[in-house]
């Protein structure tokens, strides 16, 4: 051994003399072994001494030829390159399999341990090699290897090869199949080798690079292998998993005997082999012929896994699942449905309220390779479909009332609302048995972030579950939540304020004739239900006057969600939060949407029914005494005014033919409730009447402002109403009888709203925001009426001007001005009640009064273009 001149020409000459096939490997390895042994230190050149014109660049080339020179280890890896490229190509691939073989036996006497094909090399060589060497000759080979594949890649047809994977040590005979063959067992090799390297992981700067080495060129080779040679891919996979059948029978005193380091073997390629598939993925699509030749091998390597690694180590098991994930994306396979998925529901149902961090992750790539089987298999799953959904909605639960937040929580979460999406638009027309639960999955109340991702499975269930099915659960589920004494009023309000959305995304999607035979109806009388038991579930614990802030939840710059707004309608903002407010938008763009499909009989039917509910058992609208109007019929007012004002908008020239005629009434009757029960408020918190003066204190009549709920909310809701109807009335013209009579009926309840602003601080947003509507509904109002109208409106409004308080008599004003300023000449009928009125105000002892008397003069003057000054005068 220690004779032989190490060189190229005389290994390979030894290697041909004894059959290349037989010995190169052997040859090469030996080769790296005795230079590592007789390597000596390389000492620095001799600077040349010539003389030359300038020495400087003399140096200067000696020490970039110093720098460029190859090393020792480069000169030898050229040399073993060149032996392994000088023999036939059939010949240099079963060697340089054979050598990954050579080289697992090598690491495997470094940590002492046995393969079953032992080490070429005399135990008495790797000895007398210290640990730093032999990770150098071991490296060495790695790059070798490398360098190889590199420049030469794989041999072209590697699939059509017949190959039988469990055959060891019949591989040396030249036959078909034997080049595929050793590319499979020398894959397997690099993963022996690559297992040990990371089993027990040293920090030497030789088996850090040895280890990142062996990794980069089972990297490479994988993914060579899976992108150009699928079947020889999986064969390989099986041989390195020891696949029962489809690997060589071990031996009981080997490595591969030792189950902690199969387990380790067996869990380093499954993650290296989907790293590989997922390369594969992002290179090219699977085409039918590469699922063909590795059906029999990918189909035992499932069957494996499932029966090997999908119960135990938690860690394991996500791997194993990951791995799974890839192959079931590569193609579709049978044994993913009988074997993986019940193990996937098995293992998910068996997780508990607060499964450890392990579990967690393995329960995240679960989920993920449930949802690819779903999208994978389709309708194939049909058979295993109670074993997935139940287990994957019941751990979606326990996620809602798990407070865990830990990352792997969180990731956990989002994988369960996809599987369930999965299962929406895969399945959607068979999970009936399970919309119930997903409603409640849903509908749960959740962190904002969450909240999109169940408001993206609610719009899966909307897309994938036909529409009659879904809409049967939704209304099944429109229940009075507040009954459940167990069930948080917050979360029964997030419950109905959803549930109301599926009513919107479905019937927005809807037809004419799905519509019509399926009437809503007493659903949406159990959704407008909700706001009155909300209110009354409230008051069981809190003061009427927190619900503003704490149950209304008032935004005044909400907007009427119309079809303009679908678009746009997240839960993020209408049912992310609990609101009483938003829950009454919500059910009256329900109700306007459902009326859009009906003909005009019938929409008539179906507003009288919600007049009925509203008033309860009173002729109009809040018309108990006034002592006796309870909060819930205030809360059904609200509700009413909702569904009338969105159905208002969505369909223009309804409010004329149906609805005015119908509500104006109603309207009237709200209106005076709001009026009494402020002014009773007022007069309970302001026992002696205090006449406001300029000198005066403000607050001690400001009462109502803290003092709002629902005669504010019942007054803006009529008048934002009435403004826009009668808006739309002003195209019709002052003769038309509606509007007329309309106006009859409501002129004196709106005019007397300002009676409360005497009670309203003035930089309130109350004061502003109803001031806002009342002068909107007044003009709006005059638009729409005849002369004596007109007159009749100035009239009314000015004669709040001899009211004693000022703030009144200002908001008077501006209300007179506002509808000159909008309606200018067409209100010129009206001047002599303006003069005669505002004549009286100039003195005003309030300044403001004053002021805004002298800009509505100049608005006036503006629009006759006459001088007021002497008819004021007089």
Same mark, same amino acid.
């Given at each position: ?254 490595? +591969?005997? /030792?189950?902690?380091?199969? %387990?380790?073997? #067996? *869990?380093?390629?499954?993650? !290296?082999?989907? $790293? @590989? ?46 791995? +799974?994930? /890839?192959?079931?994306?590569? %193609?579709?396979? #049978? *044994?993913?449905?009988?074997? !993986?998925?019940? $193990? @996937? ?46 287990? +994957? ?8 009332? #798990? *407070? ?471």
């Amino acid at each position: 051994f220690q004779a032989v001149e190490v060189s190229k020409t005389t290994s390979l000459a030894w290697a041909s003399s004894s059959g290349t096939r037989a010995s190169l490997d052997f040859t090469i390895l030996l080769m790296l072994v005795r230079r590592a042994r007789q390597e000596q230190p390389v000492m620095p050149k001799k600077k040349r001494r010539k003389k030359r014109s300038d020495p400087i660049n003399e140096e200067v080339d000696e020490a970039l030829e110093a720098l460029t020179a190859p090393s020792s280890e480069e000169l030898l890896l050229d040399e073993v390159f060149e032996m392994l490229t000088a023999v036939e190509p059939s010949e240099r691939y079963h060697a340089f399999g054979i050598f990954l073989m050579d080289l697992a036996a090598w690491c495997s006497k470094m940590k002492s341990s046995e393969l079953p094909w032992g080490a070429l090399v005399p135990d008495e060589v790797i000895a007398e090699l210290d640990e730093d060497m032999s990770f150098r000759v071991l490296g060495q080979g790695v790059q070798l290897a490398s360098r190889f594949l590199l420049e030469h890649g794989l041999p072209d047809e590697l699939d059509t090869e017949e190959v039988d994977t469990s055959v060891l040590l019949e591989m040396m005979e030249e036959k078909e199949g034997s080049i595929a063959l050793a590319l499979s067992h020398g894959l397997r090799s690099l993963c022996i080798i690559e297992a040990l390297l990371t089993q027990t992981p040293g920090q030497s700067r030789e088996e850090v690079q040895c280890r990142k080495q062996t990794q980069d060129l089972q990297g490479l080779l994988m993914r060579s292998l899976s992108v150009n040679h699928p079947a020889t891919f999986f064969r390989a996979l099986c041989l390195s998993l020891g696949v029962k059948g489809k690997a060589p029978k071990g031996n009981a005193s080997t490595l +591969l005997a /030792e189950q902690e380091f199969v %387990s380790h073997l #067996s *869990s380093r390629v499954m993650r !290296a082999a989907a $790293k @590989a598939l997922k390369d594969r993925r992002d290179i090219r699509d699977d085409d039918e012929e590469a699922e063909e030749g590795s059906a029999t091998s990918r189909e035992a390597i499932i069957q494996h896994v499932c029966k090997r690694f999908l119960s135990g180590d938690h860690a394991e098991m996500g791997t194993s699942w990951e791995f +799974l994930d /890839e192959i079931c994306r590569f %193609s579709q396979s #049978s *044994s993913m449905l009988s074997s !993986a998925l019940p $193990k @996937a529901g098995t293992f998910l149902a068996s997780l508990a309220t607060s499964p450890d961090e392990a579990a967690t992750r393995a329960a995240v790539k679960c989920c993920q390779c449930v949802e690819t089987m779903v999208f994978t298999l389709g309708h194939g799953i049909l058979p295993k479909l109670n074993d997935i959904t139940q287990p +994957l909605l019941d751990l979606a639960q326990r996620v809602v009332q #798990s *407070s865990q937040s830990s990352e792997s929580a969180l990731d956990l979460d989002g994988q369960i609302l996809q599987a369930l999406g999965a299962l929406c638009r895969s399945v959607g027309g068979v999970l009936s048995p399970f919309l119930g639960q997903f409603l409640q999955v849903v509908c749960a109340p959740a962190s904002l972030l969450r909240t999109k991702s169940l408001e993206e499975l609610a719009s899966q269930l909307v897309d994938g579950v036909p529409h009659r099915l879904l809409l049967k659960e939704v209304q099944k589920a429109t229940v009075d939540p507040f009954k459940d004494s167990e069930m948080d009023l917050e979360e029964a309000m997030i419950r109905s304020q959803r549930l109301s959305t599926f009513y919107l995304w479905i019937l927005v999607k809807a037809t004419p004739e799905f519509a019509a035979s399926h009437d809503i109806m007493p659903s949406l009388l159990r959704l407008f239900g909700c706001s009155g038991s909300a209110v009354r579930a409230f008051l069981s614990t809190a003061d009427a006057q927190e619900i503003p802030l704490r149950l209304l939840k008032r935004e005044p710059s909400m907007e009427l969600i119309t079809s303009s707004h679908m678009q746009d309608l997240s839960w993020s903002n209408v049912a992310q939060d609990a609101s009483l407010q938003r829950l009454q938008m919500l059910g009256g763009a329900c109700f306007a949407r459902f009326c859009l499909f009906l003909e005009p009989d019938d929409v008539k039917t179906r507003i009288a029914k919600v007049l009925d509910w509203a008033r309860g058992k009173q002729d109009k609208l809040l018309a108990r005494p006034k002592n006796e109007v309870r909060d819930e019929d205030a809360s059904k007012t609200l509700a009413l005014m909702a569904a009338l004002t969105t159905l208002a908008v969505e369909a223009e020239g309804l409010a004329e033919e149906l609805l005015m005629p119908l509500a104006n009434k109603d309207i009237s009757s709200a209106l005076k409730a709001s009026h009494s029960v402020a002014l009773r408020l007022a007069r309970e918190k302001l026992p002696r009447k205090k006449r406001r003066t300029l000198s005066g204190s403000r607050t001690d009549k400001e009462v109502l402002s803290s003092q709002s709920w629902w005669w504010y909310d019942v007054a803006m809701a009529c008048l934002n109403f009435l403004g826009l109807a009668f808006k739309q009335g002003s195209n019709s013209g002052p003769e038309a009888k509606v509007w007329a009579e309309s106006f009859e009926e409501l002129l004196e309840p709106c005019v007397s709203i300002l009676d409360v602003f005497e009670f309203l601080a003035v930089d309130d947003a109350i004061c502003s925001g109803l001031a806002r509507v009342l002068q909107s509904a007044l003009v709006a109002m005059t638009a729409s009426s005849a002369e004596d109208g007109v007159k009749r409106m100035m009239q009314a409004v000015l004669e709040k001007t001899r009211s004693e308080d000022a703030e009144v008599v200002l908001m008077a004003l501006r209300c007179a001005h506002r509808i000159w300023s909008d309606l200018g000449i067409q209100v010129v009928m009206s001047l002599s009640e303006v003069v005669m009125y505002t004549s009286e105000l100039q003195d005003h002892e309030d300044s403001r009064v004053e002021t805004e008397v002298k800009a509505m003069v100049r608005t006036i003057e503006d629009c006759t273009g006459e001088s007021l000054h002497d008819a004021m005068k007089t």
